[in-house]
């Protein structure tokens, strides 16, 4: 990752590299711990409900690597290789309880069973497992049964979530081990699911992508999740804030990052800092980029950012980017309402001095329904404040009042 800081007076751009990018720490290993089966049992239990299902099940083909249990994201090749370092083992997440036996009450002939297939952006779709669901009994399963294809349909759409969350648990470990931060999607409510969903969509077209929302909402993993999803392991991704941009040299500085994004992806964020004429220049530069390939594919996929949701931009702006580019709008924390307790557990467990503290229920529920909590990014800083406090202890309503106050 590279970013680019104030150009000279030369108006040729300073590009610093902040992270090597290293080849061999692409994300092919993805963590099963505790988190990870959480989540899918989550999902399994929910659909399991919604659809009358007497359980369901997946199973996962893993290899256990220094201690610790992984999914391999991987090609063929590779596999037989990476598999080497440890043992490769079926692992299975089961609505069941946990001391019930994988498919004890499992019959073939009442049951649904369809492959869990993870793409990725060059090769193969690699089959890591399978999701399984038993039909209740008296329930028909007949191929010609309406109710059986329904069935199936929303059965492909519990595996395709199943697979966004195997894909966001890789933009986690990219995060941590390629770009060397926590910048990652924490939760499970029904707007983060939606915007894995839309993200999905967008990765699979070659038009730019214009990310709208405010400062906190998480621009960068939304465009680092975009890059993951559309390029190959190995390709650059490239940022750079147009606010730090000297005015002039917009066109020189287009031109040195579309090298540096080559066959990768250009990060765009603060257009809206841009000028007319620097505005104009990235528009050239979008129409000569279009139209280059590398490797039989566009040479740079374009992604860019707001900095807030509602920033004004001139009608000539407005209209190019509806033209020519496609929207993300990112949910806010209030919108995102479901992971506030899962966010703010994980930054208790990032901030706590000495042991990890708790909050009261009355304390949660006030921090639930808190009017001053925007963004993240707010959410962040009060349980900071909790954290210089708490010392292990729990935190009372009265005190995270005083923070929130």
């Not at 997946?58 to 590779?78: A, E, K, M, S, W």
Request: charged fraction near 20%; glycine fraction near 4%.
């Amino acid at each position: 990752m590279i970013a680019l800081f104030q150009a000279t007076k030369s108006h040729k751009p300073v590009a610093r590299a902040i992270h090597r990018f290293n080849q061999s720490a692409t994300a092919k290993w993805v963590p099963v711990n505790k988190s990870f089966i959480t989540l899918n049992k989550i999902i399994l239990r929910a659909a399991a409900e919604r659809l009358g299902l007497a359980y369901m099940a997946i199973t996962l083909r893993c290899v256990t690597h220094q201690g610790y249990r992984h999914l391999l994201l991987v090609n063929d090749v590779q596999d037989l290789q990476l598999a080497a370092a440890g043992r490769v083992e079926e692992f299975f997440i089961s609505t069941q309880e946990v001391n019930h036996s994988p498919f004890e009450d499992f019959v073939a002939e009442t049951a649904f069973s369809l492959s869990l297939n993870f793409k990725q952006p060059q090769g193969q779709p690699q089959r890591l497992g399978y999701l399984v669901a038993q039909v209740a009994s008296g329930v028909a399963t007949s191929g010609a049964d309406a109710k059986s294809e329904w069935l199936a349909k929303e059965l492909a759409l519990v595996a395709d979530e199943i697979i966004r969350t195997i894909g966001r648990y890789q933009t986690r470990y990219r995060a941590i081990h390629i770009y060397g931060d926590q910048s990652y999607w924490i939760g499970n409510s029904k707007a983060l699911r939606q915007l894995d969903q839309r993200i999905d969509q967008l990765a699979k077209g070659s038009k730019p992508v214009l990310i709208r929302a405010d400062k906190g909402c998480g621009k960068v993993i939304a465009a680092r999740s975009l890059h993951c999803l559309s390029r190959a392991d190995t390709a650059p991704f490239i940022e750079s804030d147009c606010k730090e941009w000297e005015e002039g040299a917009a066109a020189s500085i287009l031109q040195s990052l579309h090298t540096y994004a080559n066959s990768g992806t250009l990060f765009l964020r603060n257009i809206d800092a841009l000028s007319t004429v620097g505005f104009q220049s990235l528009r050239n530069f979008w129409l000569k980029a279009a139209n280059t390939k590398f490797d039989g594919a566009y040479s740079v996929r374009l992604i860019m950012s707001l900095s807030r949701v509602n920033a004004l931009l001139a009608p000539m702006q407005a209209q190019w980017l509806a033209q020519y580019a496609q929207e993300l709008a990112l949910p806010t924390l209030r919108e995102r309402h479901g992971d506030l307790r899962d966010l703010a557990q994980f930054y208790i467990r990032e901030f706590a001095l000495t042991a990890e503290f708790d909050l009261t229920e009355d304390a949660w529920q006030l921090l639930e329904v808190s009017d001053t909590l925007i963004d993240v990014e707010q959410l962040k800083t009060a349980i900071q404040k909790l954290a210089l406090i708490a010392n292990g202890a729990l935190v009372s309503a009265e005190e995270l009042r005083a923070v929130l106050d």
